[in-house]
């Protein structure tokens, strides 16, 4: 059984910082792209970040590019998410999400399994 288990987050004023981790067990974690995506109140899911197989590639959604970092410890099964320079619209809830394949997708149908979710607030 795949499991996608996420800590981190909570409250946190603008222009600070977070991380975010995700420990993945019951699949060959290096052999999978992995994902972190965010839902705010009220809107779709958005993807946030994502980094491929061996952490070769990363892609970042605009909003986050040069704030935010993806990681990942194959060794560990982990992937967490550095997030710099917080703003008010970075609260959501966010997401950590296991690809079908090695590469680093930016699309929520090319992930299979989800994290259980992590509250983000940044109070301005």
């Known amino acids: 059984q795949v499991q996608l288990v996420q800590s981190g987050g909570g409250l946190v004023q603008a222009g600070g910082s977070l991380r975010l981790s995700c420990a993945v067990s019951g699949r060959t974690f290096g052999s999978y792209g992995m994902g972190w995506f965010r839902q705010a109140p009220g809107k779709e899911r958005e993807f946030v970040a994502a980094?491929?197989?061996?952490?070769?590639?990363?892609y970042y959604a605009d909003s986050v590019k040069g704030r935010f970092t993806i990681s990942r410890d194959n060794a560990k099964s982990t992937v967490d998410l550095q997030m710099s320079s917080l703003k008010p619209e970075d609260t959501a809830v966010y997401y950590c999400?296991?690809?079908?394949?090695?590469?680093?997708?930016?699309?929520?149908?090319?992930?299979?399994?989800w994290g259980q979710g992590t509250q983000v607030t940044v109070s301005s």
């Open positions: 999400a296991g690809g079908k394949s090695f590469l680093a997708a930016r699309r929520p149908y090319e992930y299979d399994y």
């Open positions: 980094i491929s197989s061996n952490g070769g590639s990363t």
